[in-house]
């Protein structure tokens, strides 16, 4: 009996301890490895195969060659698919003894200038195989340049609308006059403030709407715009825009070319979600831009608004921190282009998927920085960021290649 179920555990593949004597008897579902059948070189390949010239980016050349099985026995063939600017594209079928096939290798340049390698290509057969080696070579060019240059012009004056928080817990006059004698030494002698509580009613000290920074009362009238009892109302910087946007005040601002200035260190207690904002204020081709001076992270002189952030980046405007000791140096970094103009600059065409891979920006020779810019697909355009917009002035060179 003990007999009879040893000869079933071996029937069924289990494999007992070892024998008294040391040895291993061996599974009925081991299969041995047959015999390496390659003794010597199977395929016979050409020497070299030279690819013609191909520019970086836009050619991918391709060869023909005949490969043969030299050996009595049927073979497999495998390779891996590249190497390096070079691949295997095809392999035949499994040739028989003394047959011939058709391989098919490719050449896509990533560099300029003499290139060279080495594909494998290996022969299969019971489980083993032998490699053969094909030396490749080719040339890399480098595409065709385009190459686009233009001044960058002086920005024609933009007219700024700052709504301001009217509870006035922080010392926005003196920011501002600070920020106005900035914009002066940049050329303009004179810049409109229109002050506005978060309800939408504009603060109008003396009767005057907008208040410039060159006049000798701006700071007084500044004070008195800022200091007035708190209003009821919405309490949206946005809102508040677009009423007044509604209503044509301040008169003749809406159809210059202009840009909106948040100050605040309130929440927004509107119900308007941030992609509402968005769709209210950034429909246009080229929406104004809408800035926000506000917290930045919940902080001491206020609480930060989060619905603000999409806005801002949809109308590439600028977010700056309220919890600066002086948040007009921070506005005098973003310089006079910072609200609307020579941030933008279209290109003569639209660059294909080559020349974005190759697009570079120069001012006046020295390349910018590709975090400084974007490529406007929509627009054909490149676009600054506003902190690296570029001197009125400079010489602006586009460059791509181009497949063409």
Same mark, same amino acid.
């Given at each position: 009996?003990?007999?009879?179920?040893?000869?079933?555990?071996?029937?069924?593949?289990?494999?007992?301890?070892?024998?008294?004597?040391?040895?291993?008897?061996?599974?009925?579902?081991?299969?041995?490895?047959?015999?390496?059948?390659?003794?010597?070189?199977?395929?016979?390949?050409?020497?070299?195969?030279?690819?013609?010239?191909?520019?970086?980016?836009?050619?991918?050349?391709?060869?023909?060659?005949?490969?043969?099985?030299?050996?009595?026995?049927?073979?497999?063939?495998?390779?891996?698919?590249?190497?390096?600017?070079?691949?295997?594209?095809?392999?035949?079928?499994?040739?028989?003894?003394?047959?011939?096939?058709?391989?098919?290798?490719?050449?896509?340049?990533?560099?300029?200038?003499?290139?060279?390698?080495?594909?494998?290509?290996?022969?299969?057969?019971? %489980?083993? =195989?032998?490699? +053969? #080696?094909? /030396?490749?070579?080719?040339?890399?060019?480098?595409?065709? !340049? $385009?190459?686009?240059?233009?001044?960058?012009?002086?920005?024609?004056?933009?007219?700024?609308?700052?709504?301001?928080?009217?509870?006035?817990?922080?010392?926005?006059?003196?920011?501002?006059?600070?920020?106005?004698?900035?914009?002066?030494?940049?050329?303009?002698?004179?810049?409109?403030?229109?002050?506005?509580?978060?309800?939408?009613?504009?603060?109008?000290?003396?009767?005057?709407?907008?208040?410039?920074?060159?006049?000798?009362?701006?700071?007084?009238?500044?004070?008195?715009?800022?200091?007035?009892?708190?209003?009821?109302?919405?309490?949206?910087?946005?809102?508040?825009?677009?009423?007044?946007?509604?209503?044509?005040?301040?008169?003749?601002?809406?159809?210059?070319?202009?840009?909106?200035?948040?100050?605040?260190?309130?929440?927004?207690?509107?119900?308007?979600? %941030?992609? =509402?904002?968005? +769709? #209210?204020? /950034?429909?246009?081709?080229?929406?104004?831009?809408?800035? !926000? $001076?506000?917290?930045?992270?919940?902080?001491?002189?206020?609480?930060?608004?989060?619905?603000?952030?999409?806005?801002?980046?949809?109308?590439?405007?600028?977010?700056?921190?309220?919890?600066?000791?002086?948040?007009?140096?921070?506005?005098?970094?973003?310089?006079?282009?910072?609200?609307?103009?020579?941030?933008?600059?279209?290109?003569?065409?639209?660059?294909?998927?080559?020349?974005?891979?190759?697009?570079?920006?120069?001012?006046?020779?020295?390349?910018?920085?590709?975090?400084?810019?974007?490529?406007?697909?929509?627009?054909?355009?490149?676009?600054?960021?506003?902190?690296?917009?570029?001197?009125?002035?400079?010489?602006?060179?586009?460059?791509?290649?181009?497949?063409?």
């Amino acid at each position: 009996m003990k007999r009879l179920l040893v000869l079933l555990l071996i029937a069924c593949g289990s494999r007992p301890g070892p024998l008294d004597d040391g040895t291993r008897p061996v599974s009925l579902l081991e299969v041995p490895a047959l015999p390496n059948p390659f003794t010597t070189p199977c395929l016979q390949l050409p020497s070299k195969v030279t690819f013609a010239a191909a520019r970086v980016g836009c050619d991918q050349g391709r060869k023909q060659i005949t490969v043969k099985n030299v050996c009595a026995f049927k073979v497999g063939l495998g390779a891996p698919p590249q190497s390096g600017p070079f691949g295997v594209v095809e392999l035949p079928f499994p040739l028989e003894p003394n047959a011939e096939g058709r391989m098919v290798v490719g050449f896509a340049p990533g560099a300029v200038g003499a290139l060279s390698g080495t594909l494998t290509v290996n022969a299969l057969a019971d %489980g083993h =195989s032998q490699p +053969a #080696q094909l /030396a490749v070579e080719g040339e890399g060019t480098q595409a065709r !340049v $385009v190459s686009f240059e233009q001044v960058v012009p002086v920005p024609p004056r933009v007219s700024l609308l700052v709504i301001v928080d009217d509870d006035g817990d922080f010392n926005a006059e003196q920011n501002f006059r600070t920020y106005g004698n900035f914009l002066a030494t940049l050329g303009w002698p004179k810049f409109d403030v229109a002050v506005s509580n978060l309800s939408g009613t504009l603060q109008s000290p003396d009767g005057v709407s907008v208040l410039a920074t060159d006049y000798p009362s701006f700071e007084t009238r500044f004070a008195r715009a800022t200091r007035t009892t708190p209003s009821g109302g919405r309490r949206s910087c946005h809102d508040t825009a677009v009423a007044l946007r509604s209503r044509g005040q301040p008169a003749g601002f809406w159809s210059q070319q202009h840009a909106v200035l948040c100050v605040t260190n309130e929440t927004d207690a509107s119900d308007v979600p %941030g992609t =509402s904002m968005v +769709a #209210q204020w /950034a429909s246009a081709r080229f929406p104004p831009p809408f800035s !926000v $001076v506000a917290p930045v992270n919940n902080d001491t002189c206020g609480q930060r608004e989060l619905r603000f952030d999409p806005l801002v980046r949809a109308t590439h405007g600028v977010r700056e921190d309220l919890c600066t000791p002086n948040w007009s140096s921070a506005l005098n970094s973003l310089s006079a282009a910072g609200f609307g103009t020579a941030t933008l600059f279209f290109l003569e065409r639209s660059p294909s998927l080559r020349a974005l891979e190759t697009l570079s920006v120069s001012l006046d020779g020295v390349t910018v920085p590709r975090v400084d810019w974007e490529y406007d697909a929509a627009l054909h355009a490149v676009r600054f960021q506003v902190r690296s917009a570029p001197t009125p002035g400079s010489r602006l060179t586009t460059r791509w290649e181009t497949c063409d």
